[in-house]
């Protein structure tokens, strides 16, 4: 029995970190990707090894359809949240970036492109493209016919594709947009970050209902120009701000004397910003004090 249980948790320790990703990348919320790994592990431990040839893909089979089960509550609660949600970000090591893939499959945009799949179009997606799963190990984990999830697979490549941002994103043009954002709170120039501002640029604000945020996405430039230029010139003087890595990707951690007001991440592309995504609701503020491990 010691040594049954002594393999079942190498096993589950080896693949945690990924276990993780896939129930993260499932659900957008660490909380909840934790909740699903601790139900991974009650079910993994009643397995029998002996019958498993492959343990990551089983393990990943069975982090799959808990955190369905999950997605779908949790889609019934969103519908009740307050203003935009966001998902919950991540302090990543800068390392996750060196993997392109893994990193803009975490990254706040693909995320958001990915909330807008159904669950089961969201797991044969994150399964396939980002973790390379088979076929029948996927078919097996979402309770689908090969044929059916290889027309799913097909479904959603098309639906991510017609909506995720253009191209991969430069970390180089990311630092340097988060730089202007950064100069505009310290010195209140706001005109460096002004410029570089997409024509459609869209910005979305979490609150959560908890702290004030915008109530509905802000789209076009002229209309989040006048927000940044009424906002940042207020932020009291104990403001500081920090670069950091969120979800792969460059962004900026704001404080207010020692606390966390909010977590800055951006979209850039061809050197103007897309997209801005600021969360500020503190239940989604706990992962960015320590580094999250994520990995493929």
Not at 25 to 40: I, K, P, R
Not at 113 to 129: M, Q, S, Y
Not at 192 to 207: I, N, Q, T
Request: aromatic fraction near 4%; proline fraction near 5%; avoid cysteine.
């Amino acid at each position: 029995m010691s040594e049954r249980m002594d393999s079942a948790t190498e096993a589950f320790v080896t693949h945690r970190n990924l276990l993780f990703t896939v129930a993260y990348e499932l659900l957008g919320s660490a909380a909840d990707a934790e909740d699903v790994l601790q139900e991974t592990w009650l079910r993994w431990v009643d397995v029998d090894l002996d019958e498993v040839r492959n343990h990551r893909a089983y393990l990943v089979q069975i982090t799959t359809r808990q955190a369905l089960t999950r997605l779908r509550t949790l889609g019934r609660r969103r519908e009740s949240y307050v203003g935009p949600w966001l998902p919950e970000p991540l302090l990543t090591a800068p390392d996750v970036a060196e993997d392109v893939e893994l990193a803009d499959s975490v990254s706040m945009a693909m995320l958001l492109v990915l909330e807008t799949l159904t669950p089961t179009e969201r797991a044969v997606f994150v399964l396939r493209e980002v973790f390379a799963l088979e076929y029948d190990e996927i078919a097996e984990a979402v309770g689908k016919s090969q044929v059916a999830v290889r027309q799913i697979a097909h479904r959603a490549r098309n639906h991510v594709a017609a909506r995720r941002p253009r191209g991969l994103v430069s970390a180089a043009e990311s630092r340097d947009a988060l730089e202007a954002f950064q100069r505009a709170i310290e010195t209140g120039d706001l005109q460096g970050l002004l410029d570089r501002l997409a024509p459609d640029v869209v910005l979305l604000g979490d609150g959560g209902g908890v702290r004030q945020a915008v109530p509905r996405p802000i789209v076009g430039v002229d209309k989040v120009a006048r927000l940044l230029e009424a906002g940042l010139p207020k932020l009291p003087g104990d403001v500081s701000v920090e670069p950091v890595q969120i979800n792969g990707s460059p962004a900026l951690i704001i404080r207010i004397g020692d606390e966390i007001d909010d977590v800055v991440a951006m979209r850039v592309e061809d050197g103007l910003i897309t997209g801005l995504y600021i969360v500020r609701n503190p239940e989604k503020l706990s992962r960015v004090e320590l580094e999250t491990a994520v990995t493929r």
